[in-house]
């Protein structure tokens, strides 16, 4: 059992920046790839991105290319998602997420098997 602790969320003006981190409890941090998604009010979850188990491998959605970046430090058990030039689009329910079955990891939510419960990222006009 993971247990995944989200944090770093707020409010920015659109342009801004936050960094979001998700902790994870346990040894076995590094045998997990790590994903994060979110979820709008009235939308489904969406992907954001996924890191594997080393670090080494990155995916982001077409939508965040460029302005976030996915990260992990294994030593820490935590993984992060730095956001630059925030958008009121941005806004919603950010999650991590932990794979135990897949080195890359996944873009769907029905390949993780721990999630965090939540940090909220609100994006300002």
């Known amino acids: 059992q993971v247990q995944l602790v989200e944090s770093g969320g707020g409010l920015v003006q659109a342009g801004g920046s936050l960094r979001l981190s998700c902790t994870a409890s346990?040894?076995?941090?590094?045998?997990?790839?790590m994903g994060w998604f979110r979820q709008a009010p009235g939308k489904e979850r969406e992907f954001v991105a996924v890191?594997?188990?080393?670090?080494?491998?990155?995916d982001y959605a077409d939508s965040v290319k460029g302005r976030f970046t996915i990260s992990r430090d294994n030593a820490k058990n935590t993984v992060y998602v730095q956001m630059n030039s925030l958008k009121p689009e941005d806004t919603a329910v950010y999650y991590c997420?932990?794979?135990?079955?897949?080195?890359?990891?996944?873009?769907?939510?029905?390949?993780?098997?721990?999630w965090g419960q939540g940090t909220q990222v609100t994006v300002s006009s």
């Open positions: 997420a932990a794979d135990r079955q897949r080195l890359y990891g996944a873009s769907y939510s029905s390949a993780y098997d721990y």
């Open positions: 890191i594997s188990r080393s670090g080494g491998r990155t």
């Open positions: 346990g040894r076995t941090f590094s045998t997990y790839a």
